[in-house]
């Protein structure tokens, strides 16, 4: 497609439950993005692929969180025993090349409600 | 800690105003700053980007400045439009990624 897809558009689990949530970046684009935007705020970074490796994943808030990107175009976000807190917009994005000073197009997010 | 903060967080006008939007940061080694729109349900577009060597960027009615070594930006709309009305997000590069303000909510009243 012309831009950024994310898959399901909403999700609603009960707390305790394992989540897969999918992005599928622009085509051609090598590094890929993941946000999380609470209610009121603004996007907080998660990680970061360059290709199929993570490049940086500081902003995982713990081992719940997971993310991988094995063949180097779509991502999956996977959280594991969901709890409340995690309820959120989970934004995708990707960029070209991953270099510095170049714009990165957000998709329409997820949104995430634990139950 | 490396912080972004926009004022006002909500703002309310009518049309055909001039408007500046604020936007602070901490930790002024950034790359770039980019202006992005949200509207609800939907992803962020981005609007403007000043790279950190220069001190603005133009679109339109869009003008956004870069005042690095103060760690301020502006972003100021020119005559102002109901279809302006969005969520404006003020976001700060380091490395690679984007350390992003809360926003600032505009409504601007036909």
């Known amino acids: 497609g012309a831009g950024v897809s994310q898959t399901p558009s909403n999700k609603v689990t009960e707390k305790g439950k394992y989540v897969e949530l999918r992005c599928d970046p622009i085509s051609g684009h090598t590094a890929l993005y993941w946000y999380r935007q609470s209610l009121g705020q603004g996007p907080e970074f998660l990680i970061y692929?360059?290709?199929?490796?993570?490049?940086?994943d500081s902003g995982l808030p713990n081992d719940r969180f997971f993310a991988v990107r094995p063949e180097g175009s779509v991502s999956t976000l996977k959280i594991q025993r969901t709890e409340r807190g995690d309820s959120a917009v989970y934004l995708c994005?990707?960029?070209?090349?991953?270099?510095?000073?170049?714009?990165?197009?957000f998709g329409p997010g997820t949104r995430l409600l634990v139950l | 800690k490396q912080e972004v903060t926009q004022i006002p967080a909500a703002l309310s006008v009518p049309e055909g105003e001039n408007l500046v939007l604020n936007c602070s940061f901490t930790d002024s080694a950034i790359y770039n700053l980019q202006w992005f729109r949200q509207d609800p349900g939907k992803g962020l577009t981005s609007l403007l980007l000043i790279q950190s060597s220069q001190r603005e960027q133009t679109s339109g009615r869009l003008n956004a400045s870069l005042d690095k070594s103060s760690g301020r930006s502006t972003l100021y709309i020119a005559a102002s439009q109901p279809g302006d009305s969005a969520t404006y997000l003020c976001a700060v590069e380091y490395g690679n990624k984007l350390v992003f303000g809360a926003g600032t909510i505009l409504r601007v009243k036909s």
């Open positions: 994005a990707s960029s070209l090349t991953g270099t510095y000073q170049e714009t990165q197009y």
């Open positions: 692929f360059q290709g199929t490796g993570a490049a940086d």
